[in-house]
């Protein structure tokens, strides 16, 4: 998990069939590492927590007389964003387009935006974050509210099935309309909560004046002008009970490091997990089997220009596995990425972290 924070600027990964992803660097040419070791907490910000999408939220300002005022803002953009795009409320228009049965649906700006987001992730990571995960995640009990999938613990009644694929579903930005075949169920969980940080903390910036921090479980966004030396931000990982034993959980301990700008974003297959009669699963699903990764990585932070893209990046890392490590360092997005063992790699500048074996 993530303590609220955010990141200093880089640059987004290229756009599908366009140039090779850029250097990385600041504007006077320099290497720009993005992220430094944390500094000391200061007094200035005010902040408040709140529950929102089935996790943790929290909002940080950097004037405490405007926290109220932004509070405000930023839930009419969650629930805006859960009306359009919660799998698990039936008047939502992910539901309805859902439900279609492959006509074609008519849908708001928002969630127009909510899936053009979905499908570039999947064309910037070669379908490996693709939205017709849906139906893979229904067969694998995860089709109701979280609190409600990890109560039900009886062995699964389907076999697993991969995703349809993201090529399949159509989009018209400029009409407005949407249309998959019938029977291919979408899910923009992947993305939809990493997009409403980024929105939030934008619309409450440029409204209130001053430096915002959303954090909506673990999808970091930031705004406006941070506090002098950085947001100061905690990154964590949750172990599965059975191996919180005293090596894993010392391994386990966090790293506080400050970012001023940007969106960080962490991706874990312990903390969304459930059990169904012997197996152990979690929510981030491999498309081309339908069944939750199973790779070297059980937690993947990275810091990037917006919490989409991060997020986007995070979640790609943990369905890659060895991979992902020098795939990140080549877009030089700065990570800390995390093996089962607890032992920890980093790339694009991510600081050492002394609290951690090496890999």
């Not at 803002?73 to 387009?97: G, M, Q, T």
């Not at 279609?100 to 899936?115: D, K, Y």
């Not at 399949?168 to 992947?190: M, S, Y």
């Not at 001023?260 to 312990?270: E, R």
Request: some cysteine; overall charge negative; aromatic content about 4%.
């Amino acid at each position: 998990m993530l303590a609220p924070g955010g990141t200093t600027p880089v640059q987004p990964m290229s756009e599908p069939g366009g140039a090779a992803p850029p250097r990385w660097r600041t504007e006077d040419g320099a290497e720009n590492t993005a992220i430094a070791a944390g500094r000391p907490a200061t007094a200035q910000e005010a902040g408040r927590s709140f529950s929102v999408f089935g996790t943790f939220g929290a909002l940080l300002v950097t004037r405490p007389d405007t926290l109220e005022a932004a509070y405000r803002l930023i839930s009419a953009e969650l629930a805006a964003i859960d009306a359009a795009c919660s799998r698990f409320r039936p008047d939502s228009e992910l539901s309805l387009v859902n439900a279609a049965g492959g006509r074609v649906t008519e849908v708001s700006a928002l969630f127009a935006e909510a899936l053009q987001t979905a499908l570039t992730a999947a064309a910037l990571t070669d379908g490996d974050v693709d939205p017709t995960c849906g139906g893979s995640l229904v067969r694998l009990g995860y089709d109701r509210d979280f609190a409600e999938v990890r109560a039900n613990t009886g062995a699964l009644t389907r076999a697993a099935a991969p995703a349809p694929g993201w090529r399949l579903v159509e989009l018209d930005p400029g009409r407005r309309t949407v249309r998959v075949p019938a029977g291919v169920v979408l899910d923009l969980g992947a993305t939809a909560k990493a997009l409403a940080a980024d929105r939030a903390a934008a619309g409450a910036a440029a409204a209130v004046g001053c430096g915002v921090l959303v954090n909506l479980g673990g999808d970091i966004a930031l705004a406006g002008q941070a506090p002098a030396g950085g947001w100061r931000v905690e990154v964590s990982d949750k172990l599965p009970d059975d191996q919180a034993d005293g090596a894993a959980a010392r391994r386990a301990c966090g790293q506080v490091v400050s970012i001023d700008s940007g969106g960080l974003a962490t991706s874990c297959t312990a903390s969304r997990g459930w059990r169904r009669g012997e197996e152990r699963l979690h929510h981030i699903v491999v498309p081309g089997t339908g069944r939750p990764a199973d790779g070297c990585w059980r937690t993947v932070s990275v810091a990037a220009a917006t919490c989409v893209s991060a997020n986007i990046a995070s979640t790609a890392a943990i369905i890659r596995g060895e991979p992902a490590a020098c795939w990140l360092d080549r877009l030089g997005l700065p990570a800390r990425l995390v093996r089962g063992d607890g032992r920890v790699v980093t790339t694009g500048g991510w600081p050492a972290d002394d609290q951690a074996g090496q890999a």
